[in-house]
């Protein structure tokens, strides 16, 4: 690809591994029950809302009719919220930012989150500087897997999507940016790893490899990350988030 005049970031699971977090503290609140939560289910809202599968209203099924969802919402997300709260930017990240400020860059997210969640972590991380942009689930009618997120980052960015590049850690953020038309790296986290990102133009182990996608970008270094051949044709999270009044 040409060197980017932006670049687009997801937020949970990609900029802090929220999704990890997210997953330990519903495993331990399906073990309190006496139930376990497969990863394979779990991923399925990975990255989007509860549409495509709402782990409330399952272990609510499962659990019995003396289930309290009111105290089960609370205590679950006082749990994730003190995984989150412990961690920092994933390795890189900050660094890239830096790079591709220096370099001129825009800076964008795109996020299926709440954005008093995004902004708040953001700003917590000293990272809302950088970015220029900033979208959300309200943003928008339909999160990700939709493209809209990423159609209106490019709107605010004010760059089309051949000149932008995105980075995305789920299948879900990556139909997202692809059926927007941007070359998309995929940089997974310890949960979407174990995930298909096929469809991502490269998977990335460390976001320094992004450059050496990039023709003429100065001082590339690093391993280079083997392309895929078959691009997507064109084509709450955010609710706990919001509950807990914060991906």
């Not at 994730?80 to 961690?87: E, G, P, T, V």
Request: with cysteine; aromatic share 8%.
């Amino acid at each position: 690809m040409e060197k980017p005049q932006a670049l687009i970031l997801d937020f949970d699971g990609l900029i802090l591994d929220t999704e990890t977090a997210h997953f330990q503290a519903w495993t331990e609140a399906y073990a309190t029950y006496g139930l376990t939560l497969p990863l394979e289910r779990w991923v399925l809202c990975v990255g989007t809302d509860w549409n495509a599968f709402n782990p409330y209203l399952d272990i609510e099924a499962k659990a019995g009719p003396d289930f309290d969802r009111a105290e089960f919402q609370s205590k679950k997300a006082g749990r994730a919220n003190d995984l989150i709260i412990l961690l920092g930017p994933r390795p890189g990240i900050v660094e890239m930012l830096e790079e591709a400020r220096t370099a001129g860059l825009k800076l964008g997210v795109a996020s299926s989150s709440d954005r008093a969640w995004v902004e708040g972590h953001l700003s917590r991380l000293g990272l809302r500087e950088y970015f220029s942009a900033v979208k959300t689930a309200g943003d928008v009618p339909k999160v990700k897997p939709d493209p809209a997120l990423y159609l209106r980052c490019l709107e605010a960015l004010g760059v089309s999507a051949s000149d932008a590049a995105a980075f995305e850690d789920s299948p879900n953020g990556i139909r997202a940016a692809k059926a927007a038309g941007i070359y998309t790296f995929a940089y997974p986290n310890g949960v979407t790893e174990k995930l298909d990102l096929s469809l991502a133009d490269r998977v990335l182990t460390h976001p320094k490899e992004w450059r050496m996608a990039v023709n003429g970008w100065e001082g590339q270094a690093g391993p280079i990350c083997a392309p895929h051949p078959d691009p997507l044709p064109q084509g709450e999270r955010g609710n706990d988030r919001k509950a807990i009044g914060h991906d």
